[in-house]
């Protein structure tokens, strides 16, 4: 615990109402000008940073306010009775983490990971403004190759469209257990 942390809870919270959008060129920014990255100096200068990267697609959607809510709201389920007994036990903070609050974060990290995925999976914007190289270009930029200023060509844009569905819901499939569970401890609350 530390002083000020359910201000800084509500900051990122509120951090939720800020439209996406509003974010977008300072996101570019940050990830043009990361240190000795793309031909960077160690001021971010001189190269184009993570742009046409692979980094510069999944690290700025890794981490968000969402994530702090739904791990916030586990973590306030885990009874203090348990990490008291893990100190009694000899177990430090790290070890206490590790060993006993990772495994049962097990569920909530599974829920956050599918949302994730299917968010950023599905994103069409960020992908279109971080990347010029067809080699770093996602599916879903790919399926507007299908469609043109006044014509669409129906057939493989469905075709392609089922593809880029695949792989979302095999994620979801194969962790669908998880991610019940993780939804239903995230709501609970000891009292």
Same mark, same amino acid.
């Given at each position: 615990?530390?002083?000020?942390?359910?201000?800084?809870?509500?900051? !990122?919270?509120?951090?939720?109402?800020?439209?996406?959008?509003?974010?977008?060129?300072?996101?570019?920014? !940050? !990830?043009?000008?990361?240190?000795?990255?793309?031909?960077?100096?160690?001021?971010?200068?001189?190269?184009?940073?993570?742009?046409?990267?692979?980094?510069?697609?999944?690290?700025?959607?890794?981490?968000?306010?969402?994530?702090?809510?739904?791990?916030?709201?586990?973590?306030?389920?885990?009874?203090?009775?348990?990490?008291?007994? =893990?100190?009694?036990?000899?177990?430090?903070?790290?070890?206490?983490? =590790?060993?006993?609050?990772?495994?049962?974060?097990?569920?909530?990290?599974?829920?956050?990971?599918?949302? *994730?995925?299917?968010?950023?999976?599905?994103? /069409?914007?960020?992908?279109? !403004?971080?990347?010029?190289?067809?080699? /770093?270009?996602?599916?879903? @930029?790919?399926?507007?190759?299908?469609?043109?200023?006044? *014509? *669409?060509?129906?057939?493989?844009?469905?075709?392609?469209? *089922?593809?880029?569905?695949?792989?979302? @819901?095999?994620?979801?499939?194969?962790?669908?257990?998880?991610?019940?569970?993780?939804?239903? @401890?995230?709501?609970?609350?000891?009292?």
């Amino acid at each position: 615990y530390f002083r000020g942390r359910e201000a800084l809870f509500w900051l !990122v919270l509120g951090s939720q109402m800020i439209p996406g959008i509003v974010s977008l060129i300072p996101s570019f920014l !940050v !990830v043009k000008s990361i240190p000795f990255a793309g031909g960077n100096n160690w001021l971010g200068q001189g190269g184009k940073g993570w742009l046409n990267s692979y980094a510069g697609l999944i690290v700025p959607g890794a981490g968000g306010a969402f994530g702090v809510f739904l791990l916030r709201q586990f973590f306030s389920t885990v009874p203090d009775d348990l990490l008291d007994a =893990a100190r009694i036990d000899g177990c430090g903070d790290l070890g206490i983490f =590790a060993r006993i609050v990772l495994p049962l974060a097990r569920p909530s990290l599974a829920a956050l990971s599918i949302f *994730t995925f299917q968010g950023y999976w599905n994103d /069409f914007f960020w992908p279109l !403004v971080i990347t010029t190289d067809d080699r /770093f270009r996602t599916i879903q @930029l790919g399926l507007m190759v299908f469609r043109q200023r006044f *014509t *669409t060509d129906w057939g493989p844009l469905m075709a392609g469209v *089922t593809i880029a569905t695949a792989p979302m @819901l095999l994620v979801f499939l194969l962790a669908q257990r998880y991610f019940v569970r993780g939804i239903a @401890l995230t709501g609970m609350r000891e009292g």
